[in-house]
């Protein structure tokens, strides 16, 4: 098998236990004490200590780290302007993060979008 065709395995990161632990915690992610970067470090205790780290989920940790590193210049003028598009990165990539190990599923995902009454007819513009 070349190394072009090998196949990665990918395996669950986190036990149903831990699973339960963070979304116990993303219920406090409004206090002062529990911050998406938190939550991040605990999931990543998790699979550092499961053993369950491989090539996607580190990429996805990485991403995730590379977008919310921008969020403590949102004070300075300079970066006022790119303060709303690094927390719309870092909020997305924590997303992600959370649907990778399993935390939000796809029914979970599901539930996030509006709940706007039905129109009855698709592509039509809602009337006022």
């Known amino acids: 098998m070349d190394m ?3 196949v990665i395995e990918y395996k669950k990161y986190l036990k149903a236990s831990q699973i339960e632990h963070v979304k116990e915690m993303l219920e406090g992610i409004q206090s002062r ?3 998406m970067d938190s939550i991040v470090d605990l999931i ?9 780290a491989d090539p996607r989920y580190t990429a996805f940790l990485n991403l ?7 969020s403590p210049y949102a004070d300075d003028k300079q970066f ?12 997305i990539s924590f997303c992600c993060f959370l649907i990778l190990v399993d935390v939000f599923t796809e029914s979970d995902v599901q539930g996030f979008g509006p709940t706007f009454p039905p129109t009855g007819k698709r592509g039509s513009t809602p009337q006022a």
Not at 64 to 70: E, F, H, N, P, V
Not at 80 to 91: I, Y
């Open 4 to 6: 072009d065709e090998e």
């Open 33 to 35: 004490d529990v911050t």
């Open 44 to 52: 990543d205790h998790y699979v550092v200590i499961n053993n369950t």
């Open 64 to 70: 995730y780290r590379a977008a919310s590193i921008a």
């Open 80 to 91: 006022n302007l790119l303060a709303p598009f690094s927390t719309l990165t870092g909020s």
